[in-house]
């Protein structure tokens, strides 16, 4: 399993980004919502944007850590973004929003988003 973070990985073109928002699907807790959407099959098996408001988190430096925990937990749990892909022939858009007002520890953040991971994979 490669555990890198690509620059393949990470959504990027503006149209995706509005279509992501507009006709994705959401799931959401008290810490994040995910946005979701299935696209013909890219260079990449999932793509994945990472924001957190500065309506929610005032200080850049502790945005800026939330990113990174975020970035590291999809690092190392690639297989849980790309199991939901059906034989190979798309892609998944994740787009994850921090909705929390405070800072979290790596530990809660990876506890939160990997909650919402299970449950987009296991719909109820």
């Known amino acids: 399993m490669d555990y890198t973070f690509d620059k393949s990985l990470v959504l990027s073109k503006q149209t995706e980004i509005?279509?992501?928002?507009?006709?994705?699907?959401?799931?959401?807790?008290?810490v994040f919502t995910i946005l979701y959407r299935e696209i013909p099959l890219i260079e990449?098996?999932?793509?994945?944007?990472?924001?957190?408001?500065?309506?929610?988190?005032?200080?850049?430096v502790h945005?800026?850590?939330?990113?990174?925990?975020?970035?590291e937990v999809v690092r190392k749990s690639k297989t849980l973004f790309e199991q939901k892909e059906v034989a190979g022939e798309s892609s998944l858009l994740y787009g994850i929003v921090y909705n929390s007002g405070k800072k979290l520890e790596h530990v809660e953040i990876e506890k939160h988003l990997?909650?919402?991971l299970q449950?987009?994979?296991?719909p109820k």
């Open 63 to 71: 945005r800026n850590y939330i990113k990174r925990c975020i970035r």
């Open 119 to 122: 449950k987009i994979q296991n």
């Open 44 to 60: 990449a098996p999932f793509q994945v944007l990472v924001s957190v408001p500065k309506r929610n988190i005032k200080k850049a």
């Open 114 to 116: 990997l909650q919402l």
């Open 18 to 30: 509005d279509a992501l928002f507009l006709k994705g699907k959401r799931v959401k807790n008290s």
